[in-house]
T-cell receptor, first 109, second 114 residues
Framework: GQQVMQIPQYQHVQEGEDFTTYCNSS?????IQWYKQRPGGHPVFLIQ?????EVKKQKRLTFQFGEAKKNSSLHITATQTTDVGTYFC?????????FGSGTKLNVKP | KAGVTQTPRYLIKTRGQQVTLSCSPI?????VSWYQQTPGQGLQFLFE???????NKGNFPGRFSGRQFSNSRSEMNVSTLELGDSALYLC?????????????FGQGTRLTVV
């Protein structure tokens, strides 16, 4: 069945370095959402991308939706310790909604 | 506005017992979804209720069941608890069907089965 694959599983960076997580689907998606879960917390919605090739920015975070609407990425510029957490993508299509397995980001000060 | 409220926050149960978890969605939200989260397993989808009807169901045994009331509040029940059911159970509400609009998660119920 349709799944959303997310890589990498873990990423350790030094504060100030950039970070990227990737999400891939085997089929075309209607939209893709991104969530962040801080340690000990619950997932919090970050953004939803709908259009092919869409790029959205939130301060140091840049979200992209692929031209074929099968992949997406989240890029963080100059990470800070407040960026620590697990980032999940979630793809939606034809009443099917799948969460990726998440990328756990650790930032060393 | 008030967020998604899950009760209880923590629960310890013995193997073989049953448990009921509660979720109060954001006012006006019609969809309530339940997820199981264990370390290293991500978010495993249990089921979604929309306007009191189960819309989708994940790959969990029949011991896991749920329902939604007319006020959109939802309950999840797990019968004959097993040690492997120990997890964080998250409830998420959204305005429309799961995935079409943003989901708001509750803080979760941490269930420990001993």
């Amino acid at each position: 069945g349709q799944q959303v694959m997310q890589i990498p599983q873990y990423q350790h960076v030094q504060e100030g370095e950039d970070f990227t997580t990737y999400c891939n689907s085997s089929t075309t998606l209607s939209n893709i959402q991104w969530y962040k879960q801080r340690p000990g917390g619950h997932p919090v919605f970050l953004i939803q991308l709908v259009k092919s090739g869409e790029v959205k920015k939130q301060k140091r975070l840049t979200f992209q939706f692929g031209e074929a609407k099968k992949n997406s990425s989240l890029h963080i510029t100059a990470t800070q310790t407040t960026d620590v957490g697990t980032y999940f993508c979630a793809g939606y299509n034809f009443n099917k909604f799948y969460f990726g397995s998440g990328t756990k980001l650790n930032v060393k000060p | 506005k008030a967020g998604v409220t899950q009760t209880p926050r923590y629960l310890i149960k013995t193997r073989g017992q049953q448990v009921t978890l509660s979720c109060s969605p954001i006012s006006g939200h019609r969809s309530v979804s339940w997820y199981q989260q264990t370390p290293g397993q991500g978010l495993q989808f249990l089921f979604e209720y929309f306007s009191e009807t189960q819309r989708n169901k994940g790959n969990f045994p029949g011991r896991f069941s749920g329902r939604q009331f007319s006020n959109s509040r939802s309950e999840m029940n797990v019968s004959t608890l097993e040690l492997g059911d120990s997890a964080l159970y998250l409830c998420a509400s959204s305005l429309e069907v799961r995935g079409s609009t943003e989901a708001f998660f509750g803080q979760g119920t941490r269930l420990t089965v001993v």
